[in-house]
């Protein structure tokens, strides 16, 4: 299993905070995963938050479980929230769950 620090990126400016994930989402890594943002999101306060994550090779229910629980703490704290760039496997179980129609999804590339 990666290190949190090697799974997580952070980046912000101009009030949006670009959270970039790498790697596996699942319940091993989830809990960490959140922990790190909830703490980024609360100490920031940013105007937006984006979930990037087009390096994520394999996300189970956590993954999905991960990614409600910050589109509530953000929409609780009037944070926008958005997934940027999701890959085509997270994408199935965004569509199969139903979330991509109640949270933006940002894609550059048309697929």
């Known amino acids: 299993m990666k ?3 090697e ?12 959270v970039k994930l790498k790697g596996d989402i699942d319940h091993h890594s989830a809990k960490a995963i959140r922990n790190r943002i909830d703490s980024e999101l609360f100490i920031s306060s940013p105007e937006e938050i984006r979930l990037d994550l ?10 999905l479980g991960l ?8 929409t609780e704290m009037g944070i926008d929230f958005s997934l940027f760039e999701p890959s085509e496997s997270v994408c199935k179980i965004l569509k199969l769950s139903g979330c991509e129609k109640m949270i933006n999804i940002v894609r550059r590339k048309q697929k």
Not at 7 to 18: K, L, S, V, Y
Not at 54 to 63: C, K, N, Q, T
Not at 67 to 74: D, K, N, P, V
Request: aromatic residues 10%; contains cysteine; hydrophobic residues 45%.
């Open 54 to 63: 087009s390096d994520i090779d394999f996300m189970d229910s956590s993954g």
């Open 7 to 18: 799974m997580i990126e952070f980046r912000t400016a101009d009030g949006i905070m670009n």
């Open 3 to 5: 290190c949190i620090a």
């Open 67 to 74: 990614i409600l629980g910050r589109y509530q703490a953000a």
